[in-house]
């Protein structure tokens, strides 16, 4: 009987130093995970920002990029001040209407040497001086007022590395024979916007120059109507917003343009033109037709030219349309089934809810395409503004869209996962079904 009490006993120790063990071992476990979380904290509170792990140049690198902001960059962290301080680029962009003081003007240009510098000189002129004593550094100059005392100051310097000049004239009539391209010999964007010239041959004088590659004339007017012939053997892109943009390109021979951007000017006449020389054109593959910066509207003239444009620049590949075109130029045998045989790419911008009209003109002119066996093209829906977001769906698992197009890609149009999509495979009654507005 001893025997059996004892190996009882013996068993009741065991089990009971078993349960001790068992809530050690609990105990244990529960510091563990205690520590871990301690460790995590530790190595989080003590860990390096990624952007803080790259290298000096690769920061510098991106500071360029974002370059208008230095000044609050430097004050985030002693290392990006060094970066930023010891990058000339972050410093080449020097708008002098941010300069209350010359001193800090003088810095910031000592900082940017030797980098070529981007100038806009707008109200304060009394900091010129220190600017153009880098004449020879500017590459872009932006001259958004005071125009003509600005362009007296720079008709006596030498820009030997001025590439990019924009011009605003004010809607004042401003003498373009004050500035002459031999002050500047390596011009190859030029941007005049609201200028009155005493006249088109004035005009012409001027803006032929012989290295320059891109052009952008909005809302320069003359006296007259008749532009004279400009020779531009070195532009490749055009953009006009201008009264009479058909005059313009008659007069113009320009071998190696490739790009043609038409905006509908509130008073563009569609005046000339039907001797337009469409073989001098043959290069322009991308051709872009948009609204009035204005309104944002597309008058009746503007139609009528860009129906003329389609058969000039019969040569398009790539073509971006504001949307308050399409009705006009994808109507049955309307310009584009007629002219833009090559067609690979359209952009249609600026949809909105009332853009249903254009859409479905848009969409019988794909079926016809598909009907007729030519090559898809590539789509590109673009909705833009501050209910982009709420303006339309469109349902791009619908046959009719997939099947007529090589692609479609959506900028600023929700998805159909946000409306019920279309299940059924057969044509729809509706052509409009494939699309659905929300408010």
Not at 350 to 376: A, F, H, M, V, Y
Request: proline share 5%; glycine share 2%; hydrophobic share 40%.
């Amino acid at each position: 009987m001893r025997d059996l009490a004892d190996a009882r006993a013996e068993l009741a120790r065991l089990q009971h130093r078993e349960l001790e063990l068992v809530q050690e071992l609990s105990d244990v476990r529960k510091d563990v995970a205690a520590q871990k979380v301690a460790i995590e904290v530790l190595i989080k509170s003590r860990a390096v920002p990624y952007i803080n792990r790259l290298p000096n140049e690769l920061l510098a690198q991106i500071f360029l990029l974002i370059k208008y902001r230095r000044a609050s960059l430097a004050d985030v962290l002693r290392r990006w001040q060094a970066v930023i301080m010891d990058t000339p680029g972050i410093w080449s962009w020097i708008d002098l209407d941010d300069y209350f003081r010359s001193r800090a003007l003088r810095w910031d240009l000592e900082r940017s040497r030797p980098v070529p510098l981007s100038v806009s000189v707008g109200r304060r002129m009394s900091e010129l001086d220190d600017v153009l004593s880098h004449a020879n550094r500017l590459r872009t100059l932006a001259i958004p007022g005071s125009t003509e005392k600005i362009l007296k100051r720079l008709y006596l310097i030498k820009l030997p590395s001025l590439h990019h000049l924009f011009v605003t004239g004010g809607g004042l009539s401003v003498d373009p024979l004050l500035m002459t391209c031999s002050y500047a010999p390596a011009l190859k964007h030029l941007e005049l916007h609201k200028w009155k010239v005493p006249s088109h041959r004035a005009l012409s004088q001027f803006i032929a120059a012989e290295p320059l590659e891109e052009l952008s004339l909005v809302d320069v007017t003359a006296s007259d109507d008749e532009f004279h012939s400009m020779h531009f053997p070195s532009l490749q892109r055009l953009a006009l917003d201008i009264r009479l943009p058909m005059s313009f390109l008659d007069a113009i021979v320009a071998p190696k343009l490739a790009y043609f951007c038409f905006t509908a000017n509130r008073f563009a006449k569609s005046l000339y033109g039907e001797s337009i020389d469409e073989s001098k054109f043959n290069n322009v593959s991308h051709l872009s037709f948009a609204a009035t910066q204005y309104t944002g509207t597309v008058n009746v003239h503007a139609l009528e030219i860009s129906e003329r444009l389609c058969h000039i620049f019969r040569g398009t590949r790539y073509a971006t349309i504001h949307v308050n075109y399409v009705s006009t130029l994808f109507s049955d045998r309307g310009p584009v089934d007629l002219c833009w045989t090559f067609l690979e790419s359209l952009e249609i911008q600026d949809i909105t809810p009332r853009s249903i009209k254009p859409l479905e003109c848009l969409l019988d002119w794909l079926r016809w395409r598909e009907n007729s066996g030519q090559p898809k093209l590539h789509l590109k829906l673009v909705s833009r503004g501050p209910n982009a977001n709420s303006l339309m769906t469109l349902n791009t698992s619908h046959r009719t869209l997939r099947e007529c197009c090589a692609s479609v890609v959506l900028d600023g149009v929700p998805t159909p996962s946000q409306m019920c999509l279309f299940t059924s495979s057969d044509s729809l009654s509706n052509p409009l079904d494939i699309f659905r507005c929300q408010y």
